[in-house]
């Protein structure tokens, strides 16, 4: 890949804190402009007087509509959009049938849909441009969903990973890019969120006894650093750094974290294990 010579636009979701935060902070000191938003102003304020970064409100929960306007105006702030980065995302824990669809929707507001109305809201002026690279933060928790409380965070990532994959593909002959990041574990503040024990079911008690005290204990403990992570991202879509002189990352996947690679490997191995396992029964059910 060749590095960008000129300075990006990048508009980012979730700025406020974690990667989003660190994200900012990378982007400005490649000389880069950065439209940073969050839920709430009050939030970003700290970026507000710098001449490279303009702070809009945004709420990935707000609808379409809402979302398309802030969007369309923030593109015109300095004219064009060349990096959207789908940042904005929280965690809900919670025993998948104790939270129920409910737990689900709630999660799957933020960590999916508002995903696909940012993409969709952007990627009209993605087309004008017939360039620019769409960024989807993801997890490996979609590779390793079995951890009991997990369920609804893992499945909305797991969600959000297919969607990025057939985006990639749609949207590739037009000029644009897709990058999905896995992370891992990093200290962003993202298990920071209390674990739902309001439907409590007696079958469970023990397992949400243990699944909610491991939540609790996570959070600062992280091997990742998300500064470095977002230092390799926009080394990735700029074209420099580690991955200057590379090809664009294959599939549009970049796995970040010991841990990730770790768990992305060992899913892989189990389900071609698997498949070599039942052979026979898998390709045994054609017409004869």
């Known amino acids: 890949m060749a590095a960008s010579s000129t300075p990006l636009v990048w508009l980012i979701t979730g700025t406020a804190s974690g990667f989003g935060n660190c994200l900012v902070a990378s982007v400005l000191a490649r000389g880069d402009r950065v439209i940073a938003t969050a839920r709430s102003l009050e939030s970003i304020n700290h970026l507000q007087g710098n001449p490279n970064v303009c702070v809009r409100q945004l709420d990935v929960t707000a609808g379409a509509?809402?979302?398309?306007?802030?969007?369309?105006?923030?593109?015109?702030?300095?004219?064009?959009?060349?990096?959207?980065?789908?940042?904005?995302?929280?965690?809900?824990?919670g025993l998948l049938e104790e939270g129920g669809s409910d737990l689900l929707r709630k999660q799957f507001a933020v960590n999916f849909f508002g995903v696909m109305d940012v993409c969709a809201a952007s990627l009209p002026f993605l087309r004008a441009q017939k360039s620019g690279t769409i960024v989807?933060?993801?997890?490996?928790?979609?590779?390793?969903?079995?951890?009991?409380?997990?369920?609804?965070?893992a499945s909305s990532k797991a969600a959000v990973?297919?969607?990025?994959?057939?985006?990639t593909a749609e949207v590739a002959?037009?000029?644009?890019?897709?990058?999905?990041?896995?992370?891992?574990?990093?200290?962003?503040?993202?298990?920071?969120q209390e674990y739902l024990t309001s439907n409590p079911i007696?079958?469970?008690?023990?397992?949400?006894?243990?699944?909610?005290?491991?939540?609790?204990?996570?959070?600062?403990?992280?091997?990742?650093?998300?500064?470095?992570?977002?230092?390799?991202?926009?080394?990735?879509?700029?074209?420099?750094?580690?991955?200057?002189?590379?090809?664009?990352?294959?599939?549009?996947?970049?796995?970040?974290?010991?841990?990730?690679?770790?768990?992305?490997?060992?899913k892989c191995k189990r389900v071609l294990d698997s498949m070599d396992e039942w052979t026979d029964v898998i390709r045994g059910v054609n017409f004869d």
Do not use: C
């Not at 398309?68 to 980065?85: N, T």
């Not at 989807?136 to 079995?146: H, L, N, T, Y």
């Not at 002959?173 to 920071?192: D, H, Q, S």
């Open 136 to 153: 989807v933060v993801g997890s490996r928790s979609a590779w390793k969903p079995e951890l009991p409380g997990l369920g609804a965070y």
């Open 65 to 93: 509509p809402a979302i398309a306007a802030i969007v369309a105006e923030a593109a015109g702030v300095w004219g064009r959009l060349d990096v959207v980065v789908n940042n904005a995302g929280a965690g809900y824990p």
């Open 173 to 192: 002959p037009l000029g644009i890019r897709v990058l999905l990041v896995e992370p891992g574990a990093f200290r962003t503040g993202i298990y920071g």
């Open 161 to 167: 990973h297919a969607l990025a994959e057939t985006l």
């Open 202 to 266: 007696a079958d469970y008690n023990q397992m949400r006894s243990v699944s909610a005290s491991r939540f609790a204990s996570v959070s600062g403990t992280e091997k990742g650093d998300p500064a470095k992570a977002m230092d390799a991202l926009v080394d990735v879509v700029r074209g420099e750094g580690r991955a200057h002189g590379r090809s664009w990352p294959a599939a549009g996947r970049l796995v970040l974290g010991e841990d990730a690679e770790n768990d992305v490997r060992v």
